[in-house]
């Protein structure tokens, strides 16, 4: 058996993969002995996707280590498994083709991490916490633009809030570039994703609300209307995976560290209201297509035709995301230290701004959140609760240094006004 690397890239030759394979291979330089692999079902494509990157980054990558792997292979994929000392997956969809992935790299002794935003799929990894901590690794799913930036976000406000935080609100601006809206119907959005979203559109009404653990706080976050105005635009109600994830880390500070529980709201913006009538209007009719199976199959076999040139089964056009950028709005309200927050109405509002930009902002963005996650777990395992076990980011590096590093690279996360 060879000797493990520390990281292995698996799905490297997809869309996502690749970035992450180009900013491993930027980043990796800046920490010596550092030895990662990259993985996925065609060696070849595998060769020339190396070859690629060394040649766009100037970097030699003769040493990087080849492995063929499929998620229909159980044995490749503990081959690959054993000899990685930790996982980055972003063969999507998750919920489709994630779980072998994770069952292999716990078996075989890998911490875990991956790209994923599919609520389900977080879910489905819980089961993993017991087999993670007897193995002594680490399952830490969503460690990309879902749902690090809001997770951490959350986490940092708490950290810097000085006093009590009740609840939080945040606000998600997308800044599109005019290139971006002029190539949107040559396809800008991945097949997997588009499958992703249609099939969580169908089980929505199969998954009962769970009930929450989270005791009832006072004053009670409550959702603003479905559209409303704030922060000079107009916003809409965003129930998506990372609204999920807060809540579970959320759930594990208040049992782990008797910590007060922060309620979480998440919204979209849009300068125009037309913008936002026309997104709840596209939303309701791909959500009730989803739910008659001719024509969920006719969304999942024709996307191109559906999504008016939207998606596409090929790489989107690189560089096409450049100048994008992301912006979450935090807007924190709590107590200031020694109040009594029984009897006290709060008195004390925090913004907090998140910012992800440069080249390509989701694609190197998720890649560098990934990256920079794996170190965390392979270098400052100390700093991680109970060094093991099904966490989310938020829960697994509140501790370490990845905020700091996400800085360093096209992110901030930055407290702009207390009052």
Same mark, same amino acid.
């Given at each position: ?5 520390? &990281? ?5 030759? +997809? ?26 079902? =065609? ?11 060394? @040649? *766009? ?32 997956? =972003? ?24 790209? %994923? ?26 460690? +990309? ?18 006093? !009590?935080?009740? %609840?939080?609100?945040?606000? @998600? $601006? &997308? ?9 949107? $119907? ?5 097949? %997997? ?6 099939? %969580? ?14 005791? *009832? ?8 209307? #479905? ?10 109600? #965003? ?16 049992? !782990? ?11 979209? !913006? ?8 026309? @997104? ?7 959500? &009730? ?16 035709? =559906?999504?008016?040139?939207?998606? !596409? ?12 950028? @992301? ?8 107590? $200031?230290?020694?109040?009594? &927050? ?23 963005? $998720? ?40 800085? *360093? ?11």
């Amino acid at each position: 058996m060879s000797e493990r690397v520390d &990281i292995v890239v698996f799905g490297a030759t +997809g869309y996502t993969g690749k970035f992450v394979v180009q900013e491993l291979a930027r980043v990796a330089p800046e920490y010596p002995g550092l030895r990662w692999a990259v993985a996925g079902r =065609c060696r070849e494509r595998l060769v020339a996707l190396l070859r690629d990157v060394s @040649l *766009k980054t100037g970097i030699d990558l003769s040493a990087v280590r080849v492995m063929v792997a499929d998620v229909a292979d159980d044995l490749s994929l503990r081959s690959m498994c054993s000899q990685a000392r930790l996982l980055v997956n =972003c063969c999507g969809p998750f919920v489709r083709l994630g779980e072998p992935v994770v069952a292999a790299a716990v078996d075989c002794g890998a911490h875990y991490v991956d790209v %994923s935003g599919e609520k389900m799929f977080v879910d489905i990894l819980e089961k993993y916490d017991k087999i993670a901590r007897a193995a002594g690794v680490c399952v830490v799913p969503t460690c +990309g633009l879902s749902s690090v930036p809001a997770d951490l976000g959350v986490v940092h406000l708490q950290d810097n809030f000085g006093g !009590t935080l009740n %609840s939080v609100e945040s606000y @998600l $601006t &997308i800044e599109c570039p005019q290139k971006l809206a002029s190539e949107r $119907t040559k396809g800008t959005v991945r097949y %997997s994703s588009w499958e992703s979203m249609i099939n %969580s559109m169908a089980a929505m009404t199969l998954i009962k609300p769970q009930k929450t653990l989270l005791p *009832k706080l006072k004053p009670e976050l409550k959702k603003r209307f #479905f559209i409303h105005k704030n922060l000079n635009k107009w916003c809409l109600l #965003f129930p998506n995976t990372d609204v999920e994830v807060v809540k579970k880390t959320q759930l594990n500070l208040l049992f !782990t560290d008797k910590r007060r529980p922060v309620q979480y709201k998440a919204y979209i !913006t849009f300068l125009n209201i037309f913008h936002a009538i026309g @997104l709840i209007f596209i939303g309701a009719i791909l959500f &009730i297509l989803s739910k008659v199976s001719c024509t969920k199959n006719l969304l999942l076999n024709y996307p191109r035709l =559906c999504s008016f040139g939207i998606v !596409t089964y090929n790489h989107p056009k690189e560089g096409v995301m450049d100048d994008l950028c @992301l912006q979450y709005d935090m807007l924190g309200e709590g107590w $200031t230290e020694g109040v009594d &927050i029984e009897n006290t109405p709060p008195n004390r509002n925090v913004v907090g701004r998140i910012r992800v930009f440069g080249r390509d902002a989701p694609f190197v963005g $998720t890649a560098v959140i990934v990256i920079f996650s794996a170190l965390a777990i392979l270098r400052e395992q100390e700093k991680i609760p109970n060094r093991c076990g099904f966490m989310t980011p938020g829960v697994a590096f509140r501790n370490t240094s990845l905020i700091k590093n996400l800085c *360093k690279n096209n992110f901030q996360f930055d407290i702009i006004e207390k009052t």
